[in-house]
Antibody, heavy 120, light 107 residues
Framework: QVQLVESGGGLVKPGGSLRLSCAVSGFTLIDHYMSWMRQAPGKGLEWISYISTSGVTKHYADSVKGRFTISRDNVKNLLYLQMNNLRAEDTAVYYC?????????????WGQGTLVIVSS | DIQMTQSPSSVSASVGDRVTITCRASQDISTWLAWYQQKPGTAPKLLIYAASSLQSGVPSRFSGSGSGTDFTLTISSLQPVDFATYYCQQAFSFPLTFGGGTKVEIK
């Protein structure tokens, strides 16, 4: 079945870096747009980054632009989010998600999420 | 950026009630709108896409309508499993944006 599994979250100090991974199975990654979203504790959903099927086109939310980098490895079936210069306000559960199959920007399914805590 | 405003932020309802949630976009997004359901501690689940298309496997008691700037998610007869938080999301342009969420609680 279709599955997305995030990893790489954890506790990091302000200014530090983390790389999140999203391992996909049950479908061919190259056929799908992918995005990362996040949800701060007790808050709503925030889209943060998108990558096209080839990896050529990328978009970022202003809140992470210049600090986060999205990438993908269509051979290894992996999506990545490199997060640099982390701030306390980056504390959140981070979700990867796939387009529903129509290469449009609504998402199904999502991974289970990985928690990132930025604190000294 | 397109702002998405949901109302109400919370609603108390009983099993069997009809529940309506609205979402307003700050500019015309045609039918580039999705609705998601999220239960505590779990990832969001896509319910509706293209404003009114039901995602596969989603019960028919869920429906969506609207176009342009005003959209509605309706649950025709609320079931115990439907108590959750619902979010709208515009897919018209980047940055993609979500509404603030509507929590459906048990009355």
């Amino acid at each position: 079945q279709v599955q997305l599994v995030e990893s790489g979250g954890g506790l990091v100090k302000p200014g530090g870096s983390l790389r999140l991974s999203c391992a996909v199975s049950g479908f061919t990654l190259i056929d799908h747009y992918m995005s990362w979203m996040r949800q701060a504790p007790g808050k709503g959903l925030e889209w943060i980054s998108y990558i096209s099927t080839s990896g050529v086109t990328k978009h970022y939310a202003d809140s992470v632009k210049g600090r986060f980098t999205i990438s993908r490895d269509n051979v290894k079936n992996l999506l990545y989010l490199q997060m640099n210069n982390l701030r306390a306000e980056d504390t959140a559960v981070y979700y990867c998600a796939r387009d529903r199959g129509d290469q449009l920007n609504w998402f199904d399914p999502w991974g289970q999420g990985t928690l990132v805590i930025v604190s000294s | 950026d397109i702002q998405m405003t949901q109302s109400p932020s919370s609603v108390s309802a009983s099993v069997g009630d009809r529940v309506t949630i609205t979402c307003r976009a700050s500019q015309d997004i045609s039918t580039w709108l999705a609705w998601y359901q999220q239960k505590p501690g779990t990832a969001p689940k896509l319910l509706i896409y293209a404003a009114s298309s039901l995602q596969s496997g989603v019960p028919s008691r869920f429906s969506g309508s609207g176009s342009g700037t005003d959209f509605t998610l309706t649950i025709s007869s609320l079931q115990p499993v439907d108590f959750a938080t619902y979010y709208c999301q515009q897919a018209f342009s980047f940055p993609l944006t979500f509404g603030g969420g509507t929590k459906v609680e048990i009355k």
